[in-house]
């Protein structure tokens, strides 16, 4: 299967045109629309989003990969191996963590060129259809060239803010929730919020903090929105207490 991690949104042309790229050049492969509203713009939290999410899908899995406020610029473009997935996208850091996890990742700069290349949308021109093919079972060796991603050393293996905000104002960081014990307290948004295993756990209009079903730790509000009653947005800092 091919499945999209996007910041495109769902409204307007530009999922829509990916997802006939891949129509077209595998047209017996599944896509599956997992995000289309990754942080806008923002590939460091969107790396500690993608690196959750992805393990749920099974080997030979494809994964295109699109946060690219950098496109039209020198950033190469990738195809990266990494616990029998692959993955294709910008070389900006939205792989950086899917890598850092992995036992033996590999890594390609793509040197495939299509017929007409926007400036702009290489997530349609260029991602699209290396996915496809990457779905058909052609080798990433013949679409591209051994490299080393560009690193990122400097950023944590696990991120102390939040990367996400889902539909129903539910705050998700960067945190694995094995890095926390139960005991811990979060501060966010000026605010103190202790750990309940699940929303039932917790009074109508309380807040706390639970490992959600993809490992993070996500900051919730029991019939509320985190976002708004926490003043939380992306980007917004937690602080782990004791």
Not at 7 to 26: H, I, K, N, S
Not at 183 to 207: I, K, Q, W, Y
Not at 217 to 228: C, F, H, P, Q, S
Request: hydrophobic share 45%; aromatic share 8%.
């Amino acid at each position: 299967m091919i499945v999209l991690f996007t910041d495109f949104g769902l409204a307007g042309p530009y999922t829509g045109q990916v997802t006939a790229v891949l129509r077209e050049t595998a047209p017996d492969v599944p896509v599956i629309q997992l995000f289309a509203d990754a942080p806008a713009g923002q590939p460091k939290p969107a790396a500690y989003l993608l690196a959750a999410y992805a393990t749920w899908f099974p080997a030979r899995t494809v994964l295109l990969c699109v946060v690219d406020p950098g496109v039209g610029s020198a950033r190469r473009g990738l195809i990266v191996e990494a616990a029998d997935r692959l993955y294709v996208g910008p070389d900006n850091g939205l792989f950086e963590v899917v890598l850092r996890r992995a036992a033996k990742p590999r890594c390609w700069e793509i040197s495939w060129q299509p017929p007409a290349l926007s400036a702009s949308f290489h997530g349609r021109d260029l991602f699209a259809p290396v996915a496809g093919r990457l779905a058909q079972g052609e080798a990433p060796s013949a679409l591209a060239s051994r490299a080393l991603p560009q690193g990122h050393p400097d950023w944590p293996d696990d991120l102390a803010e939040i990367v996400y905000i889902d539909h129903y104002g539910n705050a998700l960081t960067g945190l694995r929730g094995e890095c926390l014990p139960l005991s811990a307290g979060l501060l966010a948004g000026g605010h103190g919020v202790g750990h309940a295993p699940t929303f039932s756990a917790m009074p109508r209009g309380e807040a706390f903090w639970y490992v959600n079903s993809n490992g993070l730790v996500e900051i919730a509000v029991n019939a509320g929105r985190a976002d708004e009653t926490l003043g939380l947005a992306i980007g917004s800092e937690v602080i782990i207490l004791g």
